[in-house]
């Protein structure tokens, strides 16, 4: 069996969007598999490493790929991908046979937008339940206190915490989260947070001294401005998942997640 994205595409196909699981042919190799899952979800998660399953792997975590193989599994790693779990490595056979194995689960996934009167919402922690994040925060270590200096402004603290969970990457593989904010529309009132290959810029109007008050504005390729009235992490959430939001993913992507261009150390 060749493996390319499109045979990736056709196995999962296969699977169908509930549980389900496959064992693929012994000359397989299964980490090339899990490369070409990898380089489209991003860096996974191990579950099961030489027979022993992570002790903390739980429901939220990914432990439903776990299930079909019970105790047989050799190594699984996973990713949280929208409303399903995906996983791949190798599992012993009922025969005994280690071989290769794809494997995916339905995940819960909350109700990303709906908030009850008076709620405080934390919209970050909606934003890593939405895209299925269970990786350990990406850039933990990050000197603010520097980075703000040199910029003479205090940032937004969901942007922070975006960054220093998320990392260097890009949600839905699309929109890039910039790890230390574009100064160079300053003079206009903005400061650049992230932006896309179509040439749109996600930006904040820098009106008052409380940057946790700052509204988005997008400008367009042709210099438009279109303006939010909340903050970055709210906003994408927004447009990975409202479809009628002018500058939604949510019609292009079913399901959402973060690919972070560099695996955690």
Not at 60 to 68: K, T
Not at 157 to 162: A, P, T
Request: a negative charge.
């Amino acid at each position: 069996m060749e493996l390319t994205q499109a045979t990736v595409n056709d196995l999962l196909a296969r699977l169908g969007p509930g549980d389900g699981y496959m064992y693929l042919p012994v000359d397989l190799d299964p980490q090339a598999l899990t490369d070409l899952l990898g380089s489209r979800y991003g860096a996974a998660r191990t579950l099961v490493l030489d027979g022993f399953t992570d002790p903390t792997a739980d429901e939220s975590q990914g432990a439903a790929l776990l299930v079909p193989f019970e105790d047989r599994a050799v190594t699984i790693r996973a990713w949280a991908y929208g409303d399903q779990w995906v996983g791949s490595g190798t599992a012993r056979d009922p025969e005994g046979t280690e071989r290769p194995v794809l494997v995916v689960a339905h995940r819960e996934v909350p109700e990303p937008l709906a908030v009850a009167p008076g709620e405080d919402v934390d919209w970050m922690e909606r934003l890593i339940r939405i895209t299925g994040w269970t990786r350990p925060a990406q850039r933990p270590d990050v000197d603010w206190a520097e980075l703000e200096s040199r910029l003479g402004t205090a940032l937004p603290s969901d942007y922070k915490r975006m960054v220093e969970t998320f990392g260097e990457g890009a949600f839905d593989g699309w929109l890039d989260l910039e790890q230390e904010p574009w100064t160079h529309l300053r003079g206009d009132g903005l400061l650049i947070w992230a932006g896309t290959e179509h040439e749109e810029l996600y930006c904040w109007r820098t009106d008052g001294d409380d940057p946790d008050r700052w509204p988005v504005v997008v400008r367009s390729f042709d210099g438009d401005d279109l303006l939010f009235d909340y903050q970055a992490a709210e906003f994408v959430c927004r447009i990975l998942t409202d479809p009628h939001h002018p500058y939604t993913m949510a019609r292009y992507f079913d399901t959402h997640w973060f690919m972070n261009y560099r695996e955690s150390t």
